[in-house]
């Protein structure tokens, strides 16, 4: 139908007028008899069902001819166009049928707002056959026996379930377990700093060594943050290609990227922030071995770097900010939508610039 191409063959049983009459028009451009009132005039829902069923495109003559007089004849082929390829075929009359390319191939959006477009769950999985995001995830994902890189592909296409909602996960009892609500984490991880704070501040000997510290962690925390972001959740190009190093992406930070606007999902659960913390407490009293003191405050201050981290992330995806943290939330939601390979600071840019991974404003976004 003008440019689309379908595959209805899982469709034919069901047709109401039979299958045969759906055979009958294989291979042909069905426009006109889809608008035929005399034979039978189609709803919005056969126009639907025809799309969940689209596998690609095919040029016409007229495509073809204004490619070959294009000086980018790669804006428009191979379809769908980019923007630029979009407005010389509409120069050209062709309009209907033609769909505009993604602006990102690597995610298929073209900017933040599309994050927030509720994916088509039945749609979705015809097209992609990755996961049905009404079922549970986990099992999917640990059954699916999905390639490292199908499977980095795919999860790195953003979808949107149900406005917003949390997509079942496990499907049984651990389900709760897996939804964080942004608020226990302060309420949960500001009491022991505070106290770890507290003592620190009195085995010290004076106020300023204590807060020098306690800063010092606070910065120390930024380049964690990173490390963390880059070095274990994106570990992407190093991930094992089975099962068990799939599905463990998956659960620490491949769902976030398949689901970004969670809300449920989006800080750390405590229970899993024990466990990474563990080590970088054991790792801050043997750097600072000579002193219980220090190290406590170092300690401290990190850790509510964390929480400062954790609730940014989740404002940042979910709430209206002052003007530093609106551009921090435009930089931060182009690593979802656009290139999830940089622009790993949450919090701030510096580590980026630092480490060459900062993220260009998008130039496709200007002819978005």
Not at 97 to 110: E, I, Q, W, Y
Not at 126 to 148: E, I
Not at 282 to 310: E, M, N, P, R
Not at 340 to 349: A, D, I, L, Q
Request: charged share 20%; net charge negative; proline share 7%.
């Amino acid at each position: 139908m003008g440019t689309k191409v379908f595959d209805i063959t899982p469709f034919l049983e069901d047709h109401p007028g039979g299958g045969e009459l759906i055979v009958e028009y294989g291979g042909k451009d069905v426009t006109e008899i889809m608008k035929d009132e005399i034979s039978h005039t189609h709803s919005e829902a056969a126009y639907d069902i025809l799309d969940e069923h689209l596998i690609g495109f095919v040029a016409t003559e007229t495509i073809i001819e204004t490619a070959t007089k294009s000086q980018h004849p790669d804006d428009i082929l191979p379809l769908s166009p980019n923007n630029e390829g979009m407005e010389e075929l509409k120069a050209n009359g062709v309009v209907e049928g033609v769909l505009p390319k993604p602006l990102f191939a690597n995610t298929g959006l073209s900017s933040a707002e599309d994050l927030s477009v509720e994916t088509d769950a039945r749609s979705d999985y015809r097209t992609h056959q990755f996961l049905d995001l009404n079922r549970p995830l986990f099992m999917q994902v640990w059954n699916g026996g999905f390639s490292k890189d199908f499977y980095l592909e795919q999860v790195h296409r953003p979808r949107h379930y149900k406005g917003g909602e949390s997509a079942p996960l496990f499907g049984n009892f651990l389900e709760p377990l897996s939804k964080t609500p942004w608020w226990v984490v302060p309420v949960v991880w500001l009491p022991p700093v505070a106290y770890g704070s507290f003592l620190a501040f009195l085995g010290l000997p004076t106020a300023f060594q204590a807060i020098a510290y306690w800063l010092t962690g606070l910065g120390l925390w930024t380049l964690v943050e990173y490390i963390l972001h880059r070095g274990l959740f994106h570990v992407d190009n190093y991930l094992p290609d089975n099962r068990v190093g799939i599905t463990a992406h998956f659960l620490l930070h491949g769902i976030h990227h398949y689901l970004p606007m969670d809300k449920l999902r989006l800080v750390m659960p405590p229970t899993l922030f024990v466990v990474l913390a563990i080590p970088f407490y054991k790792l801050a009293h043997a750097v600072f071995y000579w002193d219980w003191y220090v190290a406590t405050a170092v300690f401290s201050g990190g850790i509510f770097g964390y929480i400062c981290y954790d609730l940014t992330h989740y404002f940042l995806h979910h709430r209206t900010l002052p003007s530093y943290y609106r551009e921090l939330k435009k930089y931060h939601l182009q690593h979802h939508f656009a290139d999830y390979e940089n622009g790993f600071g949450v919090t701030s840019r510096f580590w980026d610039r630092v480490f060459g991974t900062e993220l260009a404003p998008p130039k496709a976004a200007k002819a978005a």
